[in-house]
């Protein structure tokens, strides 16, 4: 047998104590199949004390993820305490300056300073791995980057956040409110430290900006990540799309437009017999249309312990037989400068809710301003409470047939000012998936 492949776990939590309990319950057969023994070398978290389900006497703790980096007794820096900046970025710098690999599910690290790490990886004769970072325990990293290596992708897709999808799941089915689906999401280990990350669409858009590296192989691109969360999102939207054919989903785009690469985060409309509508609870599903391959669509859990710790362990036992490939496909300089399509320009059908107070001409004042920026309406309905005053406000929807985000942006703004509305617009994009 080889050298034994030291591990220095940064990251004792949700994600890093489960891995460290696959390691010691599974460790006959990942050490058969690499061919050297794993060992758990080194261990960083904040709580020395605490119990995490398994024995790590025989690890040395470090307080300090940095220190544990900069150890010379491991071979791999497994980064799993989580944020874009602080001991993250900072251990895992040391990591890769020292010339050893990283494995991280970090994914807010990698789309805030991906590119600055991978030049100081492979300046450094290194590369950083990151199959948990998206869509938790589907190896969607690898289908990408070597699986698919030689289709070009049009367009990625899909649902990236456990926690947002887990909700809205049983929002729907469940009839529950919003505050007490995130609470079992945290209680359940999917939702990130700040959990605004998760329903602001924050982490959706970390991951999606990742994948489209990977599809287009250009630079990582945040800035440019268009994202709304499901914070708007209510029982009565939900209800309203079972009405009319849809399911909500926080849906994450990635795709080529003719101004360049279109990226969004944000809620969606997708029809209820589409693939990614029948996508509950925890799940992650990613679409990938190519050129050769035409679509493909992966699914699976999409956080939680095992499943992410599942990922991290691939990503583990690649560096244990020395497959270490380029962090983001190709080497940093290789990639190209990304191209960005503006928002405003993209093309897609609207659900829009308003909240009208019921007056003689308002009905005739919002169609107006819609005829005026050439919003051509599918339906328009108002749902008025069985048994409500004839003068309070009214809930109004829209539903429009093809138009720009531009056009439908403007005409909420003219409504907006023309004073028949009691609360702000809302819109919902409608996306025609199969
Ligand atoms: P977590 O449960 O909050 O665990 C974080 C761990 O990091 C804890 O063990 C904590 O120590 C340790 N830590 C935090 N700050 C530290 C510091 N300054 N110095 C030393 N240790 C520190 O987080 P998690 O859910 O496992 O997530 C870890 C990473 O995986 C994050 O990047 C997350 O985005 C990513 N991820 C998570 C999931 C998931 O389903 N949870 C899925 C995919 C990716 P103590 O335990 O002592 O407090
Ligand atoms: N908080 C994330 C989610 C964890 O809910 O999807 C997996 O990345």
Redesign the pocket.
Known sequence: MNSPLRLGI?????????LARLIETKRQTLEHRVGRSLTIAAV?????S?D?GVDLSAARF????VALARDGEIDVFV?????SD???LDSVRAALSRGIPVV??????LAYHGMALAELATANGTEILFE??VA?GIPVIKTMREALSGNDVKRVYGILN?TCNYMLTRMEKEGIAFDDCLKDAQRL?????DPT?DIGGF?AGHKLALLTSLAFGCAIDLDSVFIEGIEAVTLDDIRAAAELGYRIKLLAVAQRTESGIEQRVHPAMVPAGSAIARVDGVTNAVAIDTDLLGSILLAGP????N??AS?VLSDIMDVATGFVPPTFGVPPEKLSPYRRARMRAHEGGYYIRLSVQDRVGAFASIAQRMAEHRISLESIVQRRAPGAAADTAAPVILITHETSEEAVRNALAAVSQDGHLTDEPKMIRIEPLK
């Open positions: 940064a990251g004792l939590g949700t994600v890093g104590a489960s960083s978290a904040r709580d020395a605490k995490r470090f307080a300090d993820p980064e799993l305490v989580g944020g602080g001991a993250a991280t599910a970090n994914k807010a690290l948990a970072a938790g456990g280990g999917y939702a990130e430290a990350f982490d999409g956080a939680g312990g499943a992410t990922a």
